[in-house]
């Protein structure tokens, strides 16, 4: 009988525990990839510092506002939550395509070929569905541009299509870790931590995500 009352007190402590280890191992990464890449320096530097600040930090965030468990913003009202969401995404497309932009127009000067990795395919294939998300989620700001759709069906589809964005994202930033760059900036523990970070933020919103779905399924039964 103890455990099962210990159980969801237990539960709901390990899922804030792993929300303050993303956000903080998130923040982490972001600074570590902007000391790394000294944005400003190069031309090159754009590409990281931005891809990071992009998927690793305003991203990340703008979803864990809806966190139950470690939102920093837990006690504001939804549609404030909203706003805050919307305005976090578009800065996350904003950097997305800048610094997609910043090493393309890089590799176009020293004349080497695009999307030639697995980083660079995955990378432009992201930002394209960034893009396409960002659009796609205006009908939930102005639902009159969703004629015949329920508001609660369009949340749906947006919080499914939203979590294949972040971790297509969160792969784009792990095969990143993995690229000639970084492997020559970092070695041992640091890169271990590094590859660590999108990782865990990818299983903390999947489970947010999955669990928030499952939870309005039950209530509709």
């Known amino acids: 009988m103890l455990h099962s009352e210990s159980e969801p007190q237990l539960y709901s402590v390990s899922r804030t525990l792993c929300g303050i280890s993303a956000h903080t191992l998130c923040a982490a990464f972001t600074i570590l990839m902007a000391a790394l890449a000294k944005p400003g ?10 891809m990071t600040l992009a998927f690793s930090f305003f991203m990340t965030e703008a979803i864990l506002l809806f966190s139950p ?15 805050l969401h919307w305005i976090l995404q578009c800065l996350s ?10 090493i393309f127009y890089n590799k176009h000067l020293n004349g080497k070929p695009h999307f030639a990795s697995w980083h660079g395919l995955i990378g432009v ?3 394209g569905v960034v893009v396409i998300q960002s659009v796609g989620a205006l009908p939930l700001l102005y639902h009159k541009l969703a004629k015949g759709w329920s508001l ?7 919080a499914a299509s939203g979590l294949l964005t972040y971790l297509l994202g969160s792969t784009s930033l792990l095969l990143g870790t993995c690229s000639v760059w970084f492997t020559g900036s970092v070695s041992g523990y640091v890169w271990y931590l590094a590859a660590f970070c999108p990782t865990l933020a990818a299983l903390v919103v999947m489970s947010q995500v999955t669990n928030a779905y499952m939870a309005k399924k039950r209530l509709q039964y």
């Open 125 to 127: 294939i992201t930002v």
């Open 93 to 102: 497309t904003s950097c997305a395509v800048v610094g997609l932009g910043a």
């Open 41 to 50: 320096s190069s031309l090159f530097s754009w590409h990281p510092f931005l």
């Open 152 to 158: 609660a069906k369009l949340k749906r589809y947006h």
């Open 69 to 83: 468990h470690s939102s920093p913003v837990v006690k504001l009202k939804h549609q404030t939550k909203a706003r």
